[in-house]
């Protein structure tokens, strides 16, 4: 039996199971942590958490996006997504101290790490991103299954579900114009609810003075890396800018040049028959001037021997007459 896409379902139900045993057991982890704050002081790290397997549909469309072959041997090979954890945490200071948690515990093997947080995404997102290699023992064997692990705050969240709502899932039916727009309010909303979690943590975090001052040190070395990292992408834009346009500046001199070489060419050809119709026509003419000549002369020709025998023949007829 296949699948809307081509899988066999029950080769992929059976293929998916590690994934799953994975992030299941990461997941127990990550609860267990939390509780761990939880009982210790009022003050826990972590809203919610979100976990998804991917569906056979999106792992085709994925595979065959980045130019591989559908198949699930391609999907484990070429793909760290698979299974995938969402941890949702209150304020910014949580979520790298969720991050030192989890990058403690030797069993698990990080393979991949994005923190977009200092350096955001060119349209704004914010998150922090791992990829974990699991243990999962069978029978005989263990093997590290990848879960991605994405944490990011409140209000990063609901920016980046806003984002794909309005900018993204919208962009085959709104205009340039009106993506451009959407995009410069949501980069403008993502600072606006920056600035608005960091006031609420200075007004729910009782820090002491010297605890405040080292938390703000940090956020602004942090800040510091995201304006940074945000002067590099604009030196990065404006740097492929002008490749762009020394590109579209080759393209039309070398458009330009062909044109001229055209009409060179095409000029080149018009002369050549101009020339060539003016010889045939010279040459024609001379052949008309000698037919004309030759004709003339045979006239006379004819002529002047026709007189002869017309005089040759008076004589004789004087001679006969005799």
């Not at 698979?82 to 030797?106: H, N, P, S, T």
């Not at 003075?209 to 990292?229: A, D, F, I, L």
Request: with cysteine.
């Amino acid at each position: 039996m296949k699948g809307k896409q081509g899988f066999i379902i029950e080769e992929y139900s059976k293929w998916i199971a590690p994934y799953r045993d994975a992030a299941d057991r990461l997941l127990i982890r990550i609860h267990t942590l939390n509780d761990a704050y939880r009982r210790n002081s009022s003050d826990y790290p972590i809203h919610n958490v979100q976990s998804r397997m991917k569906k056979e549909e999106s792992i085709k469309e994925k595979l065959v996006r980045k130019g591989f072959e559908p198949s699930l041997e391609n999907a484990k090979e070429y793909l760290s997504d698979i299974a995938g954890i969402r941890i949702i945490c209150y304020f910014e200071e949580d979520v790298y101290l969720m991050v030192q948690q989890l990058k403690r515990q030797k069993d698990m093997l990080l393979l991949r790490e994005k923190d977009y947080i200092a350096h955001p995404k060119k349209n704004g997102y914010q998150s922090y991103h791992l990829v974990f290699g699991f243990p999962v023992y069978g029978i005989d064997d263990m093997e590290y299954y990848p879960v991605e692990v994405q944490i990011r705050t409140l209000t990063m969240d609901l920016w980046a579900s806003m984002e794909h709502r309005v900018v993204y899932k919208s962009r085959h039916v709104e205009t340039q114009e009106r993506q451009e727009k959407a995009k410069e309010a949501f980069q403008q909303f993502g600072i606006e609810l920056s600035g608005l979690e960091r006031s609420m943590h200075r007004l729910v975090v009782p820090y002491s003075e010297e605890e405040s001052g080292q938390v703000e040190e940090k956020r602004e070395e942090r800040e510091e890396e995201r304006r940074e990292s945000q002067r590099e992408a604009a030196k990065r834009t404006i740097t492929k800018s002008k490749v762009v346009l020394r590109e579209n500046d080759r393209e039309h001199n070398r458009r330009n040049e062909e044109k001229i070489t055209e009409n060179h060419m095409e000029n080149h050809i018009q002369n050549n028959i101009e020339k060539n119709a003016a010889k045939d026509l010279e040459k024609s003419l001379e052949t008309n001037s000698k037919d004309s000549t030759d004709k003339h002369l045979t006239e006379r020709g004819e002529n002047r021997i026709g007189n002869i025998f017309s005089k040759h023949n008076k004589g004789n007829a004087v001679l006969y007459s005799k």
